[in-house]
């Protein structure tokens, strides 16, 4: 089974509902990085060939406590994807090595 990169985007209208958009990246990222504008707004960037995901601070003005709340939320489940990532891979390693 071959499992090539690609990007998921759907969204969903509900009547009296917000307007809800997912967008579900399957190992397509090319690139993600982190910036601080020249008004001093920090910005978060996701992107692939079909989608780019922007985050920043509470309508783009000036950091919040609950900013800084998503913040650390972000940086702690990137770092268990991370980790989670680096342990799988090595656990496959280890099979196809063994395998070999």
């Known amino acids: 089974m071959t499992h090539g990169p690609y990007t998921h985007v759907s969204m ?4 009296g509902q917000r307007p809800r ?3 579900s990246f399957y190992a397509s990222i090319t690139r993600a990085r982190a ?4 008004s001093g707004r920090p910005y978060l960037v996701l992107e692939s060939d079909e ?4 985050v920043s601070t509470t309508g783009a003005g000036p ?6 709340d998503i913040a650390r939320q ?3 489940a990137a770092a268990r994807y991370l980790a989670d990532c ?8 280890r099979v196809t090595d ?3």
Not at 35 to 38: I, N, S
Not at 86 to 92: A, D, F, P, V, Y
């Open 12 to 15: 969903s209208i509900d009547p």
């Open 21 to 23: 958009i997912g967008i």
């Open 35 to 38: 910036r601080v504008l020249e």
């Open 51 to 54: 989608a780019d995901v922007t």
């Open 63 to 68: 950091v919040t406590a609950h900013d800084l």
């Open 74 to 76: 972000l940086f702690n």
């Open 86 to 93: 680096e342990r799988l891979h090595t656990e496959h390693a």
């Open 98 to 100: 063994s395998a070999a």
